[in-house]
Structure formats: C-alpha cells, structure tokens
C-alpha cells in the first residue's frame, strides 16, 4: 500500500509541474516570442518609412500579407513607452506576436471601422488594459501614410463570443452606412477563459500627414 501511494505521489507531483510549466510558458514564454517579434516589426516599419514613397503608399496599404506589420499603436494612457506593431490577420500565429487587424474591415483613417483584436494574456499580455480606456481616451495609429489620432467614444462595451456586431462598418449597426472613420478595439473578457469579449470603440479626430523621408 506504501508503494501505491507513493507512486500516486509521484505522479501528482509530475502532473503539478507539467501544469506549472505549461502555465509559465503561456505567461512568460509567449511574451519573450512576442516581445521579440515586436522589436523586429518597429525596426522594419521604421526602415521601410524613411524609404517609402508618397504615390505608392496608400497601394502598398491595400494589399498587406497576412501576418505582416504596417502600423504602430499607441495609447498614451497606457504610458509614453506603450507601442506595439499591428500585423494583417487575427489568425493563431498573427495573435501569438502582435495585435491584428481584422480582415474585411476599413483601413487606419480610412471611412468604416478598423478593427483590431489582441490577446488579453499572453502573448506579452496586449490588451491587458483595454477594459480601463473610458471616454475620451486617445489612441493613435501610425501607418506608411501619417498618424491618425482617435478618441474613445464609447466601451468598454462586454458582448458574447460570437456576437461579431462590432466588426460592422458601423460598430453594433451591421447594414448601416458608415460616414466616419472608427477604430475598433477588441479582447477577451474574462482574461483566461475568452467567453467574452471587450470592446472599444472610437472616431478619428485628426491626421497628422507623414513627412518625407520620416
């Protein structure tokens, strides 16, 4: 009977330290990959702006390969420091290193809503903070084109997983023609589980055109 109990032990034992690994490289694993991958991507937008050229900049924007960077986000609220590079796509891979834009929605400035998903945890914990933006917080998007400076309208708004509202041209008013350019913000409620959404939303205030060679 001893040796029965101790091999439960032991087993117990093996199984508590593949759970705490597991949990260690969700936590702090994906956020050494991502913060990583988010170094790579600011130095390549950075490079690639100072050399782009005006004409061709609003048709490089049009065709973006899944998983590619090519605009940084800021949200002063969160902190001078906080940026993080936005890729094409919110499949598994984009989503392990970067907040995604959702494919189908409007363009950074453009008429319609840009819509941008991100881990709550993991993954470098994105939009760990999303929840506390209010009214009138700013965020600014930073693309080959200029900067476009939004402010929070309205969120944080809590909906199901599968209520897909928010991604409308109109965030919640699917078929509605939009006249304004949105912003859309989107990540998992509770943290861990993703049961739910949090959503944000806000309208462009102004564009700051880039300059040439910046």
């Known amino acids: 009977m001893g040796r029965f109990f101790r091999i ?25 990959r991502a913060n990583s991958a988010q170094q790579t991507y600011t130095s390549e937008l950075t490079k690639q702006w100072a050399a782009a050229n005006p004409l061709t900049a609003l048709a490089e924007l049009r065709t973006i390969p899944a998983g590619t960077p090519f605009a940084l986000l800021r949200i002063p609220q969160f902190g001078q420091a906080w940026q993080l590079a936005v890729v094409q796509g919110t499949g598994v891979s984009q989503l ?22 991100a881990h709550r945890v993991t993954a470098g914990n994105p939009f760990w903070g999303l929840p506390s933006l209010r009214k009138g917080s700013m965020i600014n998007v930073e693309t080959i084109t200029g900067t476009y400076e939004y402010t929070v309208t309205s969120g944080p708004t809590r909906v199901s997983a599968g209520d897909l509202s928010a991604l409308a041209a109109v965030p919640f008013h699917p078929g509605e023609q939009p006249t304004q350019r949105l912003i859309t913000l989107i990540t998992c409620d509770p943290p861990w589980t993703g049961t739910s959404r949090v959503v944000v939303t806000g309208v462009l205030l102004r564009t700051l055109p880039r300059a040439p060679g910046s």
Do not use: D, K, Q, S
């Not at 439960?8 to 050494?32: D, K, N, P």
């Not at 970067?98 to 941008?116: I, M």
């Open 8 to 32: 439960v032990g032991e087993l117990l034992i093996t199984c508590g330290l593949v759970v705490f690994g597991f949990l260690a490289y969700m936590y702090w694993g994906t956020a050494l």
């Open 96 to 117: 392990l290193l970067a907040p995604g834009h959702v494919p189908g929605t409007a363009l950074p400035g453009r008429v319609g809503n840009f819509a941008v998903a």
